[in-house]
Nanobody, 123 residues
Framework: QVQLVESGGGLVQAGGSLRLSCAAS????????KGWFRQAPGKEREFVAA????????YYADSVKGRFTISRDNAENTVYLLMNSLKPEDTAVYYC????????????????WGQGTQVTVSS
């Protein structure tokens, strides 16, 4: 099973930026679609962004479109989420996930998950 490890979370002021990273333990990761999800306290886990195995196709939730950018470096076996113009409502635990196949936005379609990294945006 692919192991995923997120990093890069932290505390930032509104309007600031953070870049999350998700490193995979195995080379098979390069063939997987990768997604970022987030979960705020008391709320359900929600889709943020996804990128296919080639990096040629991406998809974003409306709430982050134009502010977040997902990318991947298959040579480094890592996927990134660059978050700009952060808002307090972006505060959540951010999870990296992987699936074999194309981009889907439902968390149940992803089989591999990281442990999550906390992002806190202060107003």
């Amino acid at each position: 099973q692919v192991q995923l490890v997120e990093s890069g979370g932290g505390l930032v002021q509104a309007g600031g930026s953070l870049r999350l990273s998700c490193a995979a333990s195995e080379r098979t990761f390069v063939s997987y679609t990768k997604g970022w999800f987030r979960q705020a306290p008391g709320k359900e886990r929600e889709f943020v962004a996804a990128i296919d195995w080639s990096g040629g196709n991406t998809y974003y939730a409306d709430s982050v479109k134009g502010r977040f950018t997902i990318s991947r470096d298959n040579a480094e076996n890592t996927v990134y989420l660059l978050m700009n113009s952060l808002k307090p409502e972006d505060t959540a635990v951010y999870y990296c996930a992987a699936r074999w196949g194309g981009i889907l936005v439902t968390s149940t379609h992803y089989n591999n998950w990281g442990q999550g990294t906390q992002v806190t945006v202060s107003s």
